[in-house]
């Protein structure tokens, strides 16, 4: 099977075989579980039987890939709480509730049918599948969540990608965030775990540049990769140092 988020706000479910075999795509199933647009969309990996899917409005959605016509499995309704101050952590009315406005992380945790992530607004939210009346870790990391993403492998951390230009890590394990990533001079827009037990991140942000990181070290990036440092007359990537356009700096 094969999901699709599509701009009419509707969760397509296509069939692969159809696909490869025919050399096109026919529509299997479909439903609309956001009115405002599907912002984001993660299938369980386990089994490949649960699709979550989050909402521009904020609102978060459990679906059974098998009969997405059927009513969703469960839905969290989105925050329309006011903002508390910036040093607030999520409040206790907050973690039954999804997130103020466009939902941009959702993905489940690896080897895992029962936990997933979400984020928006300020926070990253933990929720049990199975009861998803309240998340189980709410973490405010007091700056707009841009993008995130999860380790593919134990222990599980997320990186998230923040408005005020940093990049932090999340222990989920304690609920709390463990390192800032600062090097990025606007605002990053996409961060990505390396293979599983390398604790290399990387991430590109609004500056064009594109950083790798320790996880373990934190702080100052590994290297930098700016492929416009010499537009008029680009080169190859180079380390930091050799001559050149230098657009690999360490």
């Known amino acids: ?13 296509d069939d692969l075989v159809h696909w490869q075999a025919l050399d096109e795509v026919s529509l299997a199933q479909s439903c609309e ?9 993660a299938v369980e990996r386990r089994r490949g039987n649960i699709v979550l899917t ?7 959605c459990l679906l059974d890939v098998r009969a997405l016509a059927e009513p969703a499995r469960a839905v969290v309704k989105p925050c329309l709480l006011a903002a ?6 999520c409040s206790a009315d907050e973690l039954g509730l999804g997130h103020r406005g466009r939902v941009e992380v959702a993905s489940w945790l690896p080897e895992d049918d029962r936990l997933f992530v979400s984020g928006g607004d300020r926070c ?8 998803p009346g309240q998340s189980v870790i709410a973490v405010d990391l007091r700056s707009s969540v841009l993008a ?8 599980v951390s997320a990186a998230a990608a923040l408005a005020d230009g940093t990049v932090r890590i999340v222990d989920l394990r304690i609920g709390r ?31 064009g540049t594109l950083r790798a990181w320790d996880a373990r070290m934190g702080a100052r990036s590994l ?7 010499n537009e008029a007359n680009p080169l190859p990537l180079r380390r930091g140092g050799e001559s050149g356009a230098g657009v690999l700096k360490r």
């Open 54 to 60: 989050g909402g521009n409005d904020g609102g978060l």
């Open 177 to 207: 965030a463990v390192s800032t990533m600062q090097g990025h001079t606007l605002a990053p827009l996409a961060v990505a775990w390396g293979s599983a037990g390398s604790h290399r991140l990387f991430s590109g942000g609004l500056d």
């Open 33 to 41: 579980p956001h009115k405002a647009g599907v912002s984001k969309i």
């Open 124 to 131: 990253l939210k933990v929720w049990d599948a199975s009861a």
């Open 223 to 229: 290297f930098l990769c700016d492929p416009y440092a």
């Open 148 to 155: 995130g993403a999860l380790t593919k492998g134990p222990p």
């Open 1 to 13: 099977w094969v999901a699709l988020a599509c701009s009419h706000m509707k969760v397509e479910i």
């Open 84 to 89: 508390g101050p910036q040093e607030a952590n």
